[in-house]
T-cell receptor, first 112, second 115 residues
Framework: LAKTTQPISMDSYEGQEVNITCSHN???????ITWYQQFPSQGPRFIIQ???TKVTNEVASLFIPADRKSSTLSLPRVSLSDTAVYYC?????????????FGSGTRLSIRP | DTGVSQDPRHKITKRGQNVTFRCDPI?????LYWYRQTLGQGPEFLTY????????KSRLLSDRFSAERPKGSFSTLEIQRTEQGDSAMYLC?????????????FGPGTRLTVL
């Protein structure tokens, strides 16, 4: 199973850039890296997905080094509304659904 | 709103009762997943459908749990003889089978409280 390791929690301030790193040492060749955001009492929300190098969308960037054994989610200029739990997942589109493991995520707290 | 919907949002029941939850996926999505999430933990996979076929079931899914997806559209998750340990958020997600990605879109969840 492609297990991931993330920090349990992180704190930052409004306007700062936040980087959350995820380790996935046994990532498989066909695995993609996906990040989700979850607010209390809501389902997880897809943020970004990538396979290698860098991916950027309107809310975040995802940096993946050449060995793909880790990835970093970058949130530019965070606001209070970015306070949430962030999950890093690895998995391949046609692999077993049960192999996609959310883990406990990173609890990000943004302060004024 | 064309996202994933779940009903009910909250359910309180007494131990031993049966409960049923419904999930309506995004209309063109052929894959549907059920997860369970307890406080402070990430979602745990329960079961997965591709169209109407239930392809995978987790060991977490005891014989008191059953899921169906008739006609490959909405899905139901039934828990029989509920126990206090069943109290959790039950999440449904759907995805569209694609060549190189399988992004899951989640519903708001059904929070079950077993008294």
């Amino acid at each position: 199973l492609a297990k991931t390791t993330q920090p349990i929690s992180m704190d930052s301030y409004e306007g700062q850039e936040v980087n959350i790193t995820c380790s996935h040492n046994n990532i498989a060749t066909n695995d993609y890296i996906t990040w989700y955001q979850q607010f209390p009492s809501q389902g997880p929300r897809f943020i970004i997905q990538g396979y290698k190098t860098k991916v950027t969308n309107e809310v975040a960037s995802l940096f993946i080094p050449a060995d793909r054994k880790s990835s970093t989610l970058s949130l530019p200029r965070v606001s209070l509304s970015d306070t949430a739990v962030y999950y890093c997942l690895v998995g391949a589109p046609y692999s077993s659904a049960s192999k996609i493991i959310f883990g406990s995520g990173t609890r990000l707290s943004i302060r004024p | 709103d064309t996202g994933v919907s779940q009903d009910p949002r909250h359910k309180i029941t007494k131990r031993g009762q049966n409960v049923t939850f419904r999930c309506d996926p995004i209309s063109e999505h052929n894959r549907l997943y059920w997860y369970r999430q307890t406080l402070g933990q990430g979602p745990e996979f329960l079961t997965y459908f591709q169209n109407e076929a239930q392809l995978e079931k987790s060991r977490l899914l005891s014989d008191r749990f059953s899921a169906e997806r008739p006609k490959g559209s909405f899905s139901t998750l039934e828990i029989q003889r509920t126990e206090q340990g069943d109290s959790a958020m039950y999440l449904c997600a759907s995805s569209l089978e694609a060549r190189d990605t399988d992004t899951q879109y989640f519903g708001p969840g059904t929070r079950l409280t077993v008294l």
